[in-house]
Every structure is written in C-alpha cells, then in structure tokens.
C-alpha cells in the first residue's frame, strides 16, 4: 500500500520559472514532512521539510506548502534553475520510526 | 566528516548466489534505514533499526532478505538466492534519533543480477 502519492511523474520547467511538485497521504498520524534532492549516482538529500502544525515554510528558493486538512503537501521551486535538475522525493514519517518516499519527480530545468 | 560510506559501490551477481551490502553509518547515529530504489522508481522501505531495539523488517520482501547490525555501527543486507528482481540500488541511511533529525543515505550498492 502506497503511503504517500507523488505527482507528476516528470516536469520540464523554463530556467527562472517555478517548479511544482505536488504529494498527497491518508495517514493523518503523519507528522513529518520532508523533501528529498537526488542527483544522479547520489544518495537522496534532505532539501526541506515542515512539521503539520505549519502551512508553509521557506528556505531561499524553496517553499514546502502545507494542506493539513487535504492531507496534501507540495514543494514549489522559485526561479528555477538548471542546477535544480534532478529527482525530488517527498516523504511522510510516523514519529521518525519508518520513512515512506514518494515515487520521485524527475525535474529538467531547460536553460 | 564522514558520510554513510555503502560497499560496494557495484556488484554484479549470477542468478542464485548470495550476495552482502554493507553499510557504515555516521558516528553517533543510532537510527538505521534500509530503502530499496528501483530504476526510474522511488524508495522501498526495507529495514530500520534504532539502537539496541529490535529492528523493524516489516519492509523485507521476503525470507531470502535478512540484515544485521552490530550495535550502533556497521549493518550488513544480505541477500540470498539472488534473483533478477533483486537487481536495483540499495541504499542504507543513519540519522540521530528524535524528531526533525534528517535522514543521511550513502550513495547506494547498485546490484545487478544476471
């Protein structure tokens, strides 16, 4: 059973556009909610995360929104970049015991 | 510092054999994940542990999986009777345990089965 379901599959963004990636959950115990940055041959990265008693936290270019109420999460890329390329991963944790990981999102950033 | 360092970085099997993953976390990181990433796919919970507890296994696909870990340290995944399924990118990751400590995954053990 998918924990955690991570769309689109694949996005092509314009250097200095925004980069949306969208994941949704059942689990309303989840209280935990990281991205993950991989490039290729590398271990995934933590990029961003945000607790669920917040709508929304910032770190330069990178904003995670938070929906509590549509168990819903989404990573908004600002002013995109070709060094963003690369697969993004979000992930929802149970008190940091277990991690489930999205399907991953494979960001181009055409320059 | 150091990072999680994974060994091998590659290894290709023949149908059958066994095959060991290691993996060697940061010092002082009691928390211990196994993920399985197919080509193309996302992650694969496989294995946790957390100091001195038991481990979690409820993502072991099955019986021909198993995995070890000597105290805080070094963990191995075996796998036995290998099959071509098995082929896909393990990657081990250590965190401090409690809430908002990040996960740090190796670079991964790329197994292919032929």
């Known amino acids: 059973q998918q924990q955690v379901k991570q769309s689109p599959q694949s996005l092509i963004v314009q250097k200095g556009g925004i980069s949306i990636i969208n994941c949704a959950y059942e689990?309303?115990?989840?209280?935990?909610f990281p991205w993950y940055q991989q490039f290729p041959g590398k271990g995934p990265a933590l990029l961003i995360a945000i607790r669920p008693d917040v709508s929304e936290k910032k770190e330069g270019r990178f904003t995670i929104s938070f929906n509590k109420s549509a168990k819903q999460f989404s990573l908004h890329i600002m002013d995109s970049q070709p060094g963003d390329s690369a697969t993004y991963f979000c992930?929802?944790?149970?008190?940091?015991?277990?991690?489930?990981f999205g399907s991953g999102t494979k960001l181009n950033v055409k320059p | 510092g150091a990072g999680v360092s994974q060994s091998p970085s590659n290894k290709v099997t023949e149908k059958g054999k066994d095959v060991e993953l290691r993996c060697d976390p940061i010092?002082?990181?009691?928390?211990l994940y196994w993920y399985r990433q197919r080509l193309g796919q996302g992650l694969e919970f496989l294995i946790y542990f957390q100091g001195n507890s038991a481990p979690d296994k409820s993502g072991l696909p099955s019986d021909r999986f198993s995995a070890e870990r000597t105290g805080e340290s070094v963990s191995t995944l075996t796998i036995q009777r290998t099959q071509q399924e098995d082929s896909a990118v393990y990657l081990c990751?250590?965190?401090?345990?409690?809430?908002?400590?990040?996960?740090?995954f190796g670079n991964g053990t790329r197994l292919t089965v032929t």
């Open positions: 990751a250590s965190s401090f345990p409690g809430y908002g400590s990040p996960l740090h």
């Open positions: 010092s002082g990181h009691t928390a």
């Open positions: 689990n309303t115990a989840f209280d935990y």
């Open positions: 992930a929802v944790s149970l008190t940091l015991n277990k991690f489930y």
